[in-house]
């Protein structure tokens, strides 16, 4: 009765569902496109031929009897994307692409219509089983979740079933059978709203599509909300029917609010555990189940890793296999930098071996299979955003239990499943056009400043020294630090013909005159403001994480030199002065925030970091290779023996240590002179810090 009422009640959200998609994309004759069921096509034309294929990324392999499956997404991942399948006889030396296609696209309908998340799985039964999802868009809020079967994947000609819809979700995973109850259990997100327009994955998206871009699926599937995360689809017949356990597992509301992709893998508990990636910060979460329905609480902390896909597997002998970006004793929180191989023998509390298998700083979500000769093959996309190549690794336990984090995998057994040559002429000729570029930097010079104000203590007897130091240096753009309302009230009233200013407070919009803001200051005569936004150095905005003793936040701001007609970004940041974990991860969102925003172009970070030079975050963010410290750009740093933190005494030379910095990327900055403001007035300074400045040009 029960299991009945679970079916009737997604029959009737299905309906709902419906009739609310009748609003945006659909007909009286089509009311919901994205439930529609789409059969794989077994004759693809040449248009999906590996030579015409712009953008590839690997979802998922498998291996059936002699022959090894792989899942391939194309297009991209947007509304673009659409699925295809291949396998390779000889174990991976060649193969056949695409023998089948998923292409949901249609020009009949109103908006456009994706597949994306391909999961392949051999089911007991000796089955192979593709799930996948098909979205409005690239996703509209609830995503159709499908499955295909082919039962005779090893013939010349494989053939898949009608596609079986189950329900709303993202397929992330490879299903398990639960080793209590012999119920197969699928793991399935429930994205967060901010996907439906882009937010948070926008530099991957269409390049049309800027994080401003609104959906017209923006307001559907609110029904949902309740549920977004991590969850589950359960089938106790073998697959003949599915209960869907949306929202089943708690998902940290950052995590929820983007895209978690769980995985599986069997516990030594006699249940199952529940991985789940994390979101703005650096940790998977993970929960566990006795019958696959009802899931523990998470365990915070589980696993720190970069904000990329972790895979976990179980072997045959039971020991537990993890595929990760980053090594397990040196976690890189944002980076996704080289992927290594891990073997656990006590359900996860210890790891060994640390076998690496790509040294690409790109290389992204793994997937496994495993043959029943004890071959692992490891797949991968590497660098998808230049020369993108899916490969694939042939290792075995024996390989990955001798490893150590210094040993990589025997090149002889790393060979490509794709190699885009369109993907690659076109990341030649942008390569060339760049080469041939010549740069070309603006004829006045900037002048960037970080300025930690503090918050009102003798605020009276710092207000003028502050202000005679802004207007002595004539800073064009300064990030600030710690001040709260009041005090950048009593300071526009004073620089507020010049200056405007953008910022959040680290209450979020609570409390917005009793907590401190990260602002950025500008000359609106000088300066054009493009855009803004906040990143938060934490799971939930305006709250504190990993150690802080508050809550932390990063400004950044795009802006356009209107003297020179040259673009740039400031990133100004606040690290926490107590928690050595919770810089470390500023530190990496950083870095992460200037890679993927900034793309390329002239950009600062300013901020008081807490972090001196021989500091960890410091070194994080310097060995980014592509920010730079200006204090070491040049020669002859103005006042560079003095530290930055005063605490209101008149500075002494001898500490050239600095917690306050300017760094800049030197593909596109170059700095003229680097100085320290050291000098009061009246025996008073404007804070206990002192400013930094830097004069630089900038390019194209």
Sequence with gaps: MRFNKIIVSILLLAATSVAMADNVAGTAERPDPATEKIAVNTTPSEAYDAKNVDFAKLTDIEVVGNRLWASVLGGGENEKGFLMLAYSDNGGKSWRMPVGVIDPHDTALKHPRSANHGVLWLSPKGELWYFYTVSMYYFDGRGSLFATVCRNAESENPAWSEPMHLGAGVCTGKPVIHPGNGNWVLPVALWGRDLINYEGRRWIMSAQKGHKWVSPYAEEYKEFDSKRGSGVYVSSDEGASWSAHLGAVKTPSAVAERYPNPTLYVNQKGGITMVTRSANTAYAHASWSTDGVSWSPNAWKHLPAPDQNILFTNRPDGKLMMVRNGRFDQPLYWLPEKMYVYLSDDNGTTWYGGLRISSDNLSLDPCVAQAKDGTIYIAYTSNIFGKSEIRLVTT???????????????????????????????????????????????????RVATYNIQYPTRWNERLIPLIKTIDKYDLDVFGSQEPFMPQIEDMMAHIGDRYAWIGTCIAGDDNVRNKHFNPIFY????????????????????????????????????????????????????????????????????????????????????????????????????????????????????????????????????????????????NAVRIMNWELIIEGYNGMWGSDHLPIFVDCKIAN
């Design 396 to 446: 075995s336990e024996a390989e990955i239990d001798n490893a150590s984090t210094a040993l990589a995998v025997n090149a002889a057994n790393v060979a490509p499943i794709l190699a885009m040559p369109k993907a690659a002429a076109r990341a030649d000729a942008e390569l060339k056009t760049l080469q041939a570029t010549r740069k070309e930097w603006g004829k006045q010079s900037l």
């Design 523 to 666: 000359k609106k005569e000088r300066l054009e403001l493009l855009d803004w936004d906040t990143i938060w150095f934490t799971d939930k905005a305006g709250t504190p994480g990993y150690g802080a003793w508050s809550a932390r936040l990063l400004t950044w701001a795009h802006f356009r030199d209107k003297a020179t007609d040259k673009e740039f970004y400031l990133f100004n940041s606040h690290f926490d002065h107590l928690g050595p974990e919770a810089k470390e991860v500023a530190a990496h969102i950083l870095v992460q925030a200037v890679r993927e925003i900034a793309k390329g172009m002239p950009a600062f970070c300013t901020g008081d970091f807490n972090c001196d030079e021989y500091s960890r975050p410091y070194k994080t963010i310097i060995a980014s290779e592509f920010i730079n410290d200006s204090f070491r750009a040049v020669a002859e740093p103005t006042n560079g023996v003095y530290p930055s933190h005063s605490g209101y005494r008149a500075p002494k030379p001898g500490n050239s240590t600095h917690i306050d910095h300017v760094f800049f990327t030197p």
